[in-house]
T-cell receptor
């Protein structure tokens, strides 16, 4: 398997623009997680899905952030409008039906100017 | 109660030395304790993991020591190498919490040649 795939790998945008991050989990994995990593706050869980259903979105910073998982092989994290404080590396991870280990993607480095 | 406290924040070790990273938790429902290794520009990847029914697990130069009564676990890296320089995260998962893992804040390890 190719592992968790994320796109784009780098995104530079201006404040106020909409940003969409994409993730393809490992086939057969039931859990999908979105994380944000910054130097100041470390690795933060934003939201996670089980069988395409959002289970816990308590980590989503505010209404500007939204996530969807329309099917088992695709998820998006959208920021609208983006702000400079959203600059971070965003990781997607997936887990098999028994969610012991999380398999992380390579991340998307977002810079909001 | 969901927190996992990790120390130290950073660690510098000479090549060939032993690196030790510690984590403590409060939630007795945690039943799986993985350690992740993250290199710059990459996503975290599972290094080694332990369940609370054993006190130690060893894989090559990496060992997890687990103290259930003290609610502590630690990662030992024997014969540390410059290639081990990375950020290490401990984590804890309770299956009753629907797959969500709690991560420590990370330890940046530098192994000097």
């Amino acid at each position: 398997d190719a592992g968790v795939i994320q796109s784009p790998r780098h995104e530079v945008t201006e404040m106020g623009q909409e940003v969409t991050l994409r993730c393809k989990p490992i086939s057969g994995h039931d859990y999908l997680f979105w994380y944000r990593q910054t130097m100041m706050r470390g690795l933060e869980l934003l939201i996670y899905f089980n069988n395409n259903v959002p289970i816990d979105d308590s980590g989503m910073p505010e209404d500007r952030f939204s996530a969807k998982m329309p099917n088992a092989s695709f998820s998006t994290l959208k920021i609208q409008p983006s702000e400079p404080r959203d600059s971070a590396v965003y990781f997607c991870a997936s887990s098999p039906p028994v969610p012991d280990t999380q398999y992380f993607g390579p991340g998307t480095r977002l810079t909001v100017l | 109660q969901q927190q996992v406290k990790q120390s130290p924040q950073s660690l510098i070790v000479q090549k060939g030395g032993i690196s030790i990273i510690n984590c403590a938790y409060e939630n007795t429902a945690f039943d799986y304790f993985p350690w992740y290794q993250q290199f710059p520009g990459k996503g975290p990847a599972l290094l080694i993991a332990i369940r609370p029914d054993v006190s130690e697990k060893k894989e090559g130069r990496f060992t997890i020591s687990f103290n259930k009564s003290a609610k502590q676990f630690s990662l030992h890296i024997m014969d540390s190498q410059p290639g081990d320089s990375a950020t290490y995260f401990c984590a804890a998962r309770a299956l009753t919490n629907a797959g969500k893992s709690t991560f420590g804040d990370g330890t940046t390890l530098t192994v000097k040649p």
